[in-house]
C-alpha cells in the first residue's frame, strides 16, 4: 500500500500511522525485522492498532529527511530503523530508532511503545494535534530560508579552509573524532583550492587502513574508530563512486602512484561487483553475511597460512598487521600499514585472497538501481576514463549513461520524465532533485570526457527541465521534490552535504558548469539563488557543505573555457586532463555549426587542431602546439 492509500485508511479507520524507515545495508534494521516484525504476535499488534507502512530510505529520500528531522527534534538524536508515528494527516507526533522485543537496557519493549502510543491517540489526541501543528511549521523550515543580503566573498572560503583545519586529525586525517566518514566533499573542495596536507593525507590514511577492502577494493561506510582500522562493513555505491573521484584528483595533484592504484582498484571493485548486467550499477553490499557482521571481510593467521604460500603468507602477515589477537572479535580485518610486497607478489596476494573470500558466504546485495548513485558512478568512471586514457572505463560510463536515460525514464511523457528506482525489471517513482542534479553533472562530464555531443545535449534538456521544476522563484534555490510532486507535510529544501552532496549544491555546481559552456546567464542566475542561500552559513560548517564550497569557489574565481577544434584533438585533450583545472570547463568538435555554443565560429588553424582558451570575458589567441597549450594553462 503506497503512503496515500495508508493516509486515507487511516482516516477511515481513524488510526495513527506507523512509518517504518529502513535500507537493505542497515545493521539493525535486520535485526529489529527478526526480533519484531516476523514475530506473529508482535504483527498482529501493529496491524489492529496502526496502519503500517515500510518505506526505503533510499527509495524516498524525501520521507526519509522529513520524518528524520522531526525524531531528532523529539528525541535529540536519530538513525535507522527509524520508527515514526503520525496522525492520518501524515503529521509526527512520536518516533524513535531501534526498540528491543523485550525491555532491555533502559529501553521499553517495541510492543510496550505500540500500546503507549495506542492510549495517547485515544486519551490525549487533541493535545496531539496541536503539538502536530507546531511540528508541521518547524519541517518547512529549510523550505522557507530566504537569500543571504550579503554579497558573496571569495574570502569566505579561506574561512572554510581555516575552519577544517580546526577540525582536522593530524595523525590520522580526516575531521573529527570517532566514528570517522570519508569527507569526500570536504576533500575535494581542498584539492580543488590546491590545499594537500590535510586532503592527502587523509587519503593515504583511508586507503591504508580496514575502511578500505584490500582483498578487493571499495571503501566501507564508516570507521568506527579514530584510525580508520574497524569499519561498519556496508559498501554503499555512492561512497565509492565519490572517494574514486577523490583519489583521481589526488593523483593529478600529487603523481603519488599509490592514489592512482586506490582509483583504479576502487573502480575495479564497482566494475566487478556493483555493475548489472544491463549496465546499471546496484546499490549497496550488506554488512553482514550468515548473520554476523564482517564475518565475510576478517581473517585468523590459519585463514591466511592455508590460503598463501610461505614467502607470500609472511608478507602478507607483515603488510596487513595481522596478528593471533585479531583486532576484530578474534580476527583480522586487513589493514596495510606494514612494508608493502613489491607490485607482482601484492597481486598475487590479493589475487589469491580473493579466491578464496569468494567461496565465503557473501553479503546480501541491494540490487536495485537508483537514478541519483548510478549518476554518480558514470562521473566517476567518465572522468577517471579520461584522465588515465582507459577506454574500459569511458565504456563502463557510456553503458550506465545509456541504461538511465534509457531505463530509468518514463518515456511515453514529453519530454521524458526522469523515475528515481529500478528494480524487477521496470523503473519507478519520481526523480528527486538529486536524481537530476547528479545526472546532470555526470552527463557534462561524459561529455568532456568522450567529446559526444548527445551527451551535452541530454544534459542541456535535464537542466531545462530541473529549472522548470524543482526551483524556488521566490526565495532561490531549489525544492527536494518537484512541483507536481506528491504532498507531504512540508515541501522541503536538503541543505546539507552529507553523506552525499545536496541536490541543491550539486545542481549549482552542475548549472555553473552548464553556463561556462554555453554563455546562457540562466544557468548561471539560477546557481547564484542557491549559493546566495548558504553562502554565509557553509564557510561556518565546511564538513557540512563541501560540495556546495566547490560551487562557490568555482563561482567566485575566474573559470577557463578551452575549446578544441579539429579532427583529432586527444594531444590538446591530454594537456588539459594532465592536472587537476577544477575551474575549466572543455569542449571539442570538428568545428562547424553544432548544439554546443562554446565551439561556436572556432575552426581548426591551417588544417590543425587549435585549441582556444578563454577567461573573464577575454579569448587568446588559438595554438595548436600542446606546448603552447600549457603554457597558456599554466
Known amino acids: 500500500m503506497g503512503r496515500g492509500g495508508a493516509a486515507a485508511l487511516a482516516r477511515e479507520e481513524d488510526k495513527p500511522i506507523l512509518v517504518s524507515i529502513g535500507y537493505s545495508a542497515c545493521h539493525w534494521c535486520h535485526v529489529m525485522e527478526r526480533e519484531s516484525f516476523e514475530d506473529a504476535r508482535t504483527a498482529q499488534v501493529m496491524n489492529e492498532r496502526f496502519v503500517c507502512v515500510k518505506v526505503d530510505r533510499e527509495e524516498r529520500p524525501d520521507v526519509d529527511a522529513l520524518y528524520m528531522e522531526a525524531v531528532q527534534a523529539m528525541t535529540g538524536h536519530g538513525g535507522w530503523p527509524l520508527n515514526v508515528f503520525t496522525t492520518p494527516e501524515q503529521v509526527p507526533f512520536y518516533g524513535g530508532t531501534y526498540f528491543p522485543p523485550d525491555p532491555r537496557h533502559g529501553m521499553p519493549s ?243 585472497l580473493y579466491e578464496v573470500r569468494e567461496e565465503r558466504v557473501r553479503p546480501g546485495l541491494d540490487d536495485k538501481r537508483l537514478t541519483a548513485w548510478n549518476a554518480l558512478a558514470i562521473h566517476a568512471f567518465a572522468e577517471a576514463g579520461a584522465v588515465l586514457g582507459r577506454d574500459d572505463l569511458l565504456a563502463v560510463a557510456r553503458g550506465a549513461a545509456e541504461f538511465v536515460l534509457g531505463s530509468m525514464r518514463e518515456t511515453s511523457a514529453r519530454p521524458p520524465r526522469l523515475l528515481r528506482t529500478f528494480n524487477d525489471g521496470r523503473a519507478r517513482l519520481n526523480a528527486y532533485l538529486e536524481d537530476h542534479a547528479f545526472l546532470l553533472e555526470a552527463l557534462l562530464a561524459l561529455y568532456e570526457a568522450t567529446f559526444e555531443e548527445r551527451w551535452f545535449v541530454e544534459a542541456r534538456a535535464l537542466a531545462d527541465t530541473m529549472l522548470a521544476r524543482f526551483a524556488d522563484r521566490d526565495r532561490g534555490g531549489f525544492f527536494t521534490t518537484s512541483d507536481d510532486h506528491e504532498t507531504l507535510v512540508a515541501r522541503r529544501k536538503d541543505l546539507e552535504d552529507n553523506p552525499i552532496p545536496s541536490g541543491g549544491a550539486s545542481a549549482a555546481l552542475g548549472l555553473l558548469r552548464l553556463a561556462a559552456l554555453t554563455g546562457e546567464a540562466t544557468y548561471e542566475a539560477a546557481a547564484e539563488g542557491q549559493l546566495q542561500l548558504l553562502h554565509e552559513l557553509a564557510p561556518r560548517h565546511p564538513t557540512a557543505f563541501g560540495h556546495l564550497l566547490q560551487a562557490l569557489d568555482f563561482h567566485l574565481n575566474s573559470v577557463r573555457e578551452v575549446a578544441l577544434v579539429g579532427d583529432d584533438v586527444s594531444e590538446l585533450a591530454q594537456v588539459v586532463r594532465s592536472r587537476l583545472r577544477p575551474r575549466t570547463v572543455l569542449a571539442a568538435g570538428p568545428g562547424g555549426d553544432g548544439p554546443v555554443p562554446l565551439l561556436a565560429g572556432r575552426t581548426p588553424v591551417d588544417g590543425r587542431p587549435a585549441a582556444y582558451v578563454c577567461e573573464r570575458f577575454a579569448c587568446q589567441r588559438p595554438v595548436t602546439e600542446p606546448d603552447e597549450l600549457a603554457t597558456l594553462l599554466a
Not at 571569495?154 to 595523525?171: H, N, T, Y
Request: net charge negative; charged share 25%.
Open 110 to 352: 517495541w510492543t510496550q511503545v505500540l500500546l503507549a502510543v495506542e492510549d495517547a491517540w485515544n486519551t490525549r489526541r487533541e493535545e496531539i494535534r496541536e503539538q502536530g501543528d507546531r511540528m508541521a511549521q518547524r519541517l518547512a523550515g529549510a523550505g522557507l530560508l530566504r537569500a543571504s543580503e550579503q554579497q558573496m566573498d571569495a574570502r569566505a572560503l579561506d574561512s572554510a579552509e581555516v575552519a577544517l583545519s580546526r577540525q582536522f586529525d593530524p595523525q590520522w586525517g580526516g575531521f573529527g573524532n570517532a566514528p570517522k566518514f570519508p569527507p569526500h566533499s570536504a576533500l575535494e573542495f581542498l584539492l580543488a583550492r590546491g590545499e594537500t596536507r590535510m586532503s592527502l593525507s587523509t587519503l593515504h590514511a583511508m586507503r591504508t587502513g580496514g575502511l578500505f577492502d584490500q582483498v578487493a577494493g571499495g571503501f566501507a561506510r564508516y570507521s568506527v574508530d579514530r584510525t580508520w582500522t574497524i569499519p561498519h562493513f556496508e559498501k554503499m555505491l555512492y561512497d565509492n563512486a565519490l572517494l574514486a573521484r577523490a583519489y583521481l584528483h589526488g593523483w593529478q595533484v600529487s603523481e603519488d602512484p599509490r592514489l592512482r592504484r586506490t582509483c583504479e582498484e576502487t573502480l575495479g571493485w564497482m566494475a566487478t561487483e556493483m555493475l548489472a548486467p544491463d549496465g546499471g550499477f546496484y546499490s549497496a553490499l550488506d554488512a553482514d553475511s550468515e548473520g554476523v557482521e564482517g564475518k565475510y571481510y576478517v581473517w585468523t593467521v590459519e585463514d591466511l597460512a592455508t590460503a598463501l604460500e610461505a614467502p607470500d603468507f609472511e608478507a602478507a602477515v607483515a603488510y596487513f598487521g595481522v596478528t593471533d589477537e585479531g583486532n576484530f572479535e578474534g580476527a583480522n580485518h586487513l589493514e596495510a600499514r606494514g612494508p608493502e610486497p613489491e607490485p607482482e607478489q601484492r597481486e598475487r596476494i590479493r589475487r589469491r
